[in-house]
């Protein structure tokens, strides 16, 4: 199977965009003078998918700044993490912005893919979210926990209830724990795995749930002030499998204008947005 091939330098040097240009001119007779007209190269259309509203907020500004290289940036929202990949795999994207590296390289790992990152863009906090109780040590035994159902923030979420010893974890298990390698639960506690974008609902239900910021954000929530904990607490422990980036196919890895749009991306003005839209959960990554 393939592996996606991480990138070793991901600082993106912004290069002018030339439009191109036609100059005509025609001579009827001596007195006739010569005369030029320039005309516009049509823009070149990318389309980027995206999942969170947050998201869409800061790359619609991106699209923006983008309008001066000649570059329209189509945004293409989807509901949840499985169609991304899926619609750039196959030709319907040319980019996407919604994933960490953990989560990409299981993808092309498990559908003998090449999708590769191009650009860094945030580390997003998993967190852990309770309507019934204050303190994540008030959780009561057999209380249900949600956590997402795929493997990258699955783990992670073990990761995270591990940290915070409501269970204990196989060492040997590394990033990608599943439930089945938890030795210890103490509290008897019932972990449920859901799609990551149905989780701030289990919260009616649940005594807890970890949730990927997106989701929580655009529940309503604000990961620095309604988390009972977040992993990003202690940065120095997120790793890099973690930052989340811009995706293109391998064939792409290479393409200036897309190269643009990364380089659009990451600017002083993005890092305003994502403060603004997250609350100043999300931590840009690209420095």
Request: glycine share 6%.
């Given at each position: 199977?393939?592996k996606?091939?991480?990138?070793?330098?991901?600082?993106?040097?912004?290069?002018?965009?030339?439009?191109?240009?036609?100059?005509?001119?025609?001579?009827?007779?001596?007195s006739?003078?010569?005369?030029?007209?320039?005309?516009?190269?049509?823009?070149?259309?990318?389309?980027?998918?995206?999942?969170?509203e947050?998201?869409?907020?800061?790359?619609?500004?991106?699209?923006?700044?983008?309008?001066?290289?000649?570059?329209?940036?189509?945004?293409v929202?989807?509901?949840?993490?499985?169609?991304?990949?899926i619609?750039?795999?196959?030709?319907?994207?040319?980019?996407?912005?919604?994933?960490?590296?953990?989560?990409?390289?299981?993808?092309?790992?498990n559908?003998?893919?090449?999708?590769?990152?191009?650009?860094?863009?945030?580390?997003?906090?998993?967190?852990?979210?309770?309507?019934?109780?204050?303190?994540?040590?008030?959780?009561?035994?057999?209380?249900?926990?949600?956590?997402?159902?795929?493997v990258?923030?699955?783990?992670?979420?073990?990761?995270?209830?591990?940290?915070?010893?409501?269970?204990?974890?196989?060492?040997?298990?590394?990033?990608?724990?599943?439930?089945?390698?938890?030795?210890?639960?103490?509290k008897?506690?019932?972990?449920?795995?859901?799609?990551?974008?149905?989780?701030?609902?289990?919260?009616?239900?649940?005594?807890?749930?970890?949730?990927?910021?997106?989701?929580?954000?655009?529940?309503?929530?604000?990961?620095?002030?309604?988390?009972?904990?977040?992993?990003?607490?202690?940065?120095?422990?997120?790793l890099?499998?973690?930052?989340?980036?811009?995706?293109?196919?391998?064939?792409?890895?290479?393409?200036?204008v897309?190269?643009?749009?990364?380089?659009?991306?990451?600017?002083?003005?993005?890092?305003?947005?994502?403060?603004?839209?997250?609350?100043?959960?999300?931590?840009p990554?690209?420095?």
């Open positions: 199977m393939k996606s091939k991480l990138f070793g330098g991901l600082v993106l040097t912004a290069s002018l965009f030339l439009a191109a240009c036609g100059n005509g001119g025609t001579t009827a007779d001596s006739a003078s010569e005369s030029s007209s320039t005309v516009a190269a049509e823009p070149t259309t990318v389309k980027i998918g995206l999942v969170s947050s998201a869409v907020e800061i790359w619609e500004a991106v699209a923006e700044r983008l309008e001066d290289e000649n570059i329209d940036l189509e945004i929202k989807f509901t949840d993490y499985n169609q991304p990949n619609a750039l795999d196959n030709g319907e994207l040319d980019l996407n912005a919604f994933q960490h590296v953990a989560f990409l390289e299981n993808y092309n790992a559908n003998d893919a090449d999708l590769t990152p191009i650009g860094f863009t945030f580390v997003s906090p998993l967190g852990i979210y309770s309507d019934k109780y204050a303190d994540y040590s008030e959780i009561q035994d057999g209380d249900t926990i949600a956590i997402p159902n795929d990258t923030n699955g783990g992670r979420a073990l990761l995270l209830l591990q940290a915070i010893d409501l269970i204990t974890l196989d060492n040997a298990t590394g990033t990608t724990p599943t439930v089945n390698d938890i030795i210890e639960n103490p008897n506690l019932n972990i449920e795995e859901l799609d990551a974008a149905q989780l701030p609902r289990s919260l009616e239900d649940a005594g807890a749930a970890v949730i990927n910021t997106n989701f929580a954000v655009d529940a309503g929530l604000v990961p620095t002030e309604d988390a009972l904990y977040l992993d990003t607490d202690n940065i120095q422990e997120v890099d499998i973690y930052k989340n980036v811009v995706a293109a196919r391998a064939e792409d890895v290479d393409n200036e897309y190269k643009k749009v990364v380089a659009a991306y990451q600017t002083e003005e993005t890092k305003a947005l994502i403060a603004e839209t997250t609350a100043n959960t999300d931590i990554a690209w420095d």
